[in-house]
């Protein structure tokens, strides 16, 4: 598929009015998207869980209006109330998108969304948002043009929410899906993500993340301004380079079910991110004592117990720890007796790997 495939025919007849609800997951990188290029065109494929308890509801009401309005129209609520602020990210995803849905300046959108998590929980919700809004779109699309495949719905869906946030492209389907172009896998694309192709054992379907809300706060720099800073940094290119490869040697690692080289990938991932921060230039660093603190008690308590509890983690100092469904109970009782102290009011969130996004019932 390229680009083209996915501009709308703007000669068919629109519908008047309707409303459509979506809920959208979050997901969690195994192997992260870190440096992109123009048009949301990633430097290298990522992988990733998508969640099932952290998701985005979105109700998109349509009306269309007598004639094609010289600007977007919509209005925007954030859990219950209307919030101008989300605005501006808003627009510039219907500027991006509008050459592909001709007819979003033909109707006026009223857009209620809210969260399963708190909002300044440090959980981004662009993901689940911008997917939970790019679905919503394709309804629209589908009652237009009700020939299209489910696979092309869900693909186009995929595309629309990576233009307004990279990983977006990512919370729509489940349980493992891989955005990018590499090798090994044809299929794949930049433009939008794809089910993981190949074989995944049964432990990697039923694996847990539970959130450590280390820092509750606005992040200092946003992920849109860290990517940018990828661009003339001195280490970007061999970093693109492992991703690939890093994607190349979690293939036999799923396949098995190897726990111990999961982990390995997994951690990796997540300091080599860390570390392209700090090796930025402004440098920053996103993670906090804690984040640390928690990633030294993880090791430790591997190293006394044998388990196969790893952490990840995304743009933030929140700590996404992940771990097999039959180390439930040791894990949990581990992040209680041990963990829980580290976080921002000794809050975490239990989530696991989810199926995707789900149309509702308006
Ligand atoms: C560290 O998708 O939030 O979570 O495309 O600018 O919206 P934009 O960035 P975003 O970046 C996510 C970065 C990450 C890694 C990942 O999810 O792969």
């Known amino acids: ?33 870190w440096g992109k290029k123009p048009n949301q065109i990633p430097a290298n494929p990522s992988i990733s869980f998508t969640l099932d308890a952290c998701a985005t509801t979105t109700t998109l009401t349509f ?31 219907f500027k991006r ?7 979003l300046r033909d109707y006026h959108f009223t857009i209620h969304t809210s969260n399963s998590f708190p909002h300044s929980s440090g959980i981004a919700s662009s993901a689940s948002g911008m997917a939970a809004l790019s679905l919503g779109l394709m309804s629209i699309e589908r009652e237009v043009n009700p020939k299209i495949t489910i696979e092309y719905f869900l693909q186009k869906a995929s595309f629309l929410a990576r233009l307004g946030s990279g990983s977006a492209s990512r919370s729509i389907e489940g349980e493992l899906i891989q955005w990018g172009r590499h090798n090994d896998i044809t299929e794949s694309s930049d433009l939008y993500g794809l089910t993981y192709p190949y074989k995944v054992h049964s432990v990697f ?8 809300l280390v820092h ?29 490869e890093n994607l190349t040697g979690l293939q036999d690692i799923l396949a098995k079910g190897d726990l111990k080289g999961f982990i390995k990938i997994v951690e990796s991932e997540a300091l080599t991110l860390h570390s392209m921060m700090m090796a930025s230039l402004p440098y920053y660093i996103l993670m906090k004592p804690n984040t640390l603190a928690i990633i030294e008690k993880i090791w430790a308590f591997r190293e006394t117990t044998g388990s196969h509890v790893c ?7 929140n700590v996404h720890v992940l771990y097999p469904e039959k180390e439930k109970e040791i894990v949990i009782q581990f992040i209680q007796d041990e963990l829980v102290a580290y976080c921002e009011s000794g809050h975490y969130i239990c989530d696991r790997i989810g199926k995707g996004a789900k149309q509702l019932k308006v």
Not at 5 to 25: I, M, T
Not at 205 to 212: E, F, G, N, V, W
Not at 218 to 238: E, N
Not at 311 to 317: I, K, M, N, W, Y
Request: hydrophobic share 35%; glycine share 6%; proline share 4%.
């Open 216 to 244: 509750k706060g606005q992040k200092t720099v946003s992920s849109t301004v860290g990517h940018d800073l990828m661009h003339g940094h001195p280490f970007a290119t061999a970093r693109f380079e492992q991703a690939h």
């Open 311 to 317: 952490f990840t983690l995304d743009a933030g100092a």
């Open 1 to 33: 598929m390229t680009e083209k495939d996915f501009v709308l025919n703007a000669e068919l007849e629109l519908p008047k009015q309707g409303s459509y609800k979506w809920k959208a997951p979050s997901n969690i990188a195994l192997i992260k998207y």
């Open 63 to 93: 009306k269309k209006l007598d004639k094609k309005a010289q600007d977007y129209s919509f209005d925007l609520y954030f859990e219950g109330k209307k919030h101008d602020d989300f605005k501006p990210k808003i627009y510039s995803f």
């Open 97 to 103: 998108i509008e050459c592909y849905l001709p007819f």
């Open 205 to 212: 379907k039923s694996y847990h993340d539970t959130i450590l």
